[in-house]
């Protein structure tokens, strides 16, 4: 589905469009040793320095989602945190970011992305001071939910300007390479630099630091990034954000409850069957509705559609593996969590390594779904060599070959997914294109967390309760389990739900590959221009 207002887009399924395409083009050559996709009278002439701009400001809502993970013992033990309230420190940000993400990036659309860009960074700024000097559990709670509505208004904004900046399909892959490396690879910087600002500063520096990146980020928006006027003639669509954001938050909020409370629970079998009544009533609604919130005309393109249901699915996997590789690199092989933040290093720098250097290169000349399929094959093999991990497994010989082809598969993945995903919107749906893909990526980290979380404890528990019968009979002779024995039981069923939630995430990254393949079927810019 291609938008002749916008010829630079690198993907397009529309073969009717490509003579209007063409004349569009002939009309706005850059004149002669211009760079391909700009002109003289280019406003864009340090987007690079723009792209530095917008890539600090994703890396801080990514690395946000898991640093204050490493942060939580300490910040429980200072303000008092029951066990049970705990979880709300990270709850409150992915429900408000989840949940808004849609809402964020249409009023992205209307009021204009570089001030909604602003606004989000100087709001998560402010939200990041106040959790940081937070005196009890709630303000620390309310700091969290109100970054997460303020990155639900900043992250949709960020991929918007990137999409409308970069148009020329090289530049477009380079600019994606670096925004997807960090998309990917955020996550797993988070953890270490929550590791270091843990152990030599304090906990409350996980939140601190966003003050200052998000202070430069300001001025450097202000004066790097260009936007089009916001479309202040279009209406909000009330009905739709009611609908359709508050199934978000229900389907967000299900399925974190669900780690703790068990998919049986009442609480989270009503949010989720509320979850989808809503979101049932907001499809309906969107394609009777004089403004949507979402049109249906984004979802409706087959690659486009594809792409993000393969973000959904591969973030699934990812979000899977950071929970269980910090809990046993921690608990069972005793790391710190300096120790267990560095231990991620390898993978993000496979991903960075994978979109820059590789996928950025080859998305000119190759199908979108010829890097994604092949990649998200490599991540799933990366996640079952991981299937064989035990208790005596160590780090260089069993756990980095499996990260690392974990990353080199989500590095490949990720730039054309993205690319792809945005690729063929008129302007003026932007924002909530942008906002359609980040909350695919929420989404799919919210069921990677829960369900296979949900999996790990149930093997685990089903390992333990068959084996700690046999075992007590064997040492029955001998007075009995002993405690080290008996921790080395536990430790061992422990892992058990580990590798068995793992195997389910390797499959699910294998039949996103399959859906990659089938469903995406957008052209190469080269084979476009052909």
Same mark, same amino acid.
């Given at each position: 589905m291609s938008d002749p207002t916008n010829p630079g887009d690198g993907y397009s399924n529309s073969n009717s469009n490509s003579n209007s395409n063409s004349n569009s083009n002939s009309n706005t050559e850059p004149p002669p040793g211009a760079p391909r996709g700009t002109t003289d009278t280019d406003p864009e002439t340090h987007r690079w320095w723009g792209l530095a701009v917008i890539a600090m400001a994703q890396l801080m809502v990514v690395l946000d989602a898991t640093i204050v993970n490493i942060a939580l013992p300490s910040a429980q033990r200072e303000l008092g945190l029951s066990n049970g309230n705990r979880q709300w420190v990270i709850t409150a940000y992915t429900l408000a970011f989840g949940g808004l993400l849609l809402l964020g990036g249409r009023i992205a659309d209307l009021v204009g992305r570089k001030r909604t860009f602003i606004i989000g960074l100087i709001g998560f700024a402010a939200a990041s001071a106040v959790?940081?000097?937070?005196?009890?559990?709630?303000?620390?709670?309310?700091?969290?939910?109100?970054?997460?509505?303020?990155?639900?208004?900043?992250?949709?904004?960020? &991929?918007?300007?990137?999409?409308?900046?970069?148009?020329? #399909?090289?530049?477009?892959?380079?600019?994606?390479?670096?925004?997807?490396? *960090?998309?990917?690879?955020?996550?797993?910087?988070?953890? &270490?630099?929550?590791?270091?600002?843990?152990?030599?500063?304090?906990?409350?520096?996980?939140?601190?630091?966003?003050?200052? *990146?998000?202070? +430069?980020?300001?001025?450097?928006?202000?004066?790097?990034?260009?936007?089009?006027?916001?479309?202040?003639?279009?209406?909000?669509?009330?009905? #739709?954000?009611? @609908?359709?954001?508050?199934?978000?938050?229900?389907?967000?909020?299900?399925?974190?409850?669900?780690?703790?409370?068990?998919?049986?629970?009442?609480?989270? @079998?009503?949010?989720?069957?509320?979850?989808?009544?809503? @979101?049932?009533?907001?499809?309906?609604?969107?394609?009777?509705? !004089?403004?949507? &919130?979402?049109?249906?005309?984004? +979802?409706?393109?087959?690659?486009?559609?594809?792409?993000?249901?393969?973000?959904? @699915?591969?973030?699934?996997?990812?979000?899977?593996?950071?929970?269980?590789?910090?809990?046993?690199?921690?608990?069972?092989?005793?790391?710190?969590?300096?120790?267990?933040?560095?231990?991620?290093?390898?993978?993000?720098?496979?991903? *960075?390594? !994978?979109?820059?250097?590789?996928?950025?290169?080859?998305?000119?000349?190759?199908?979108?779904?010829?890097?994604?399929?092949?990649g998200l094959l490599l991540a799933s093999g990366g996640l079952y060599t991981l299937t064989f991990i035990d208790t005596h497994s160590s780090y260089l010989a069993h756990i980095l070959p499996g990260t690392l082809l974990l990353g080199l598969g989500m590095g490949l993945t990720f730039l054309p997914v993205m690319s792809v995903a945005t690729s063929g919107v008129a302007p003026k749906d932007a924002g909530v294109t942008s906002a359609t893909v980040n909350t695919a990526q929420q989404i799919g980290g919210s069921i990677g967390t829960s369900l296979l979380n949900t999996i790990a404890i149930t093997s685990g528990t089903a390992y333990a309760t068959s084996h700690f019968a046999k075992a007590a009979e064997q040492a029955a002779r001998q007075g009995g389990l002993t405690p080290a024995q008996k921790t080395a039981l536990a430790n061992t069923a422990t892992v058990h739900g580990f590798t068995v939630a793992i195997a389910w995430a390797a499959a699910i990254l294998l039949f996103a590959a399959v859906l990659a393949m089938v469903m995406v079927t957008a052209r190469s810019p080269q084979q476009r221009e052909a």
């Open positions: 959790g940081g000097a937070a005196q009890s559990p709630g303000m620390l709670f309310a700091s969290r939910a109100l970054q997460g509505m303020f990155a639900a208004i900043l992250a949709p904004s960020a &991929l918007s300007l990137l999409t409308t900046t970069f148009r020329d #399909g090289r530049e477009r892959a380079k600019a994606f390479g670096i925004y997807s490396a *960090i998309a990917g690879g955020g996550a797993a910087i988070g953890l &270490l630099l929550g590791g270091v600002l843990t152990e030599f500063l304090s906990w409350r520096w996980c939140l601190y630091v966003n003050v200052p *990146i998000a202070v +430069i980020a300001v001025f450097g928006a202000f004066g790097l990034l260009h936007d089009r006027e916001g479309h202040r003639e279009s209406r909000l669509d009330i009905p #739709g954000v009611i @609908l359709g954001c508050g199934g978000l938050v229900a389907l967000v909020y299900g399925f974190s409850e669900a780690e703790s409370r068990g998919w049986s629970s009442a609480l989270v @079998l009503g949010l989720l069957c509320g979850a989808v009544a809503l @979101l049932a009533c907001f499809a309906w609604w969107q394609t009777r509705a !004089a403004g949507p &919130l979402l049109p249906p005309h984004i +979802i409706k393109e087959r690659s486009r559609a594809g792409s993000v249901l393969t973000m959904c @699915l591969a973030t699934i996997g990812m979000f899977g593996l950071f929970l269980f590789m910090t809990f046993f690199l921690q608990n069972i092989l005793g790391y710190s969590p300096l120790r267990t933040g560095l231990a991620f290093i390898p993978m993000s720098a496979m991903i *960075i390594i !994978a979109s820059t250097q590789i996928a950025a290169r080859l998305m000119h000349y190759v199908q979108p779904r010829l890097l994604m399929g092949p």
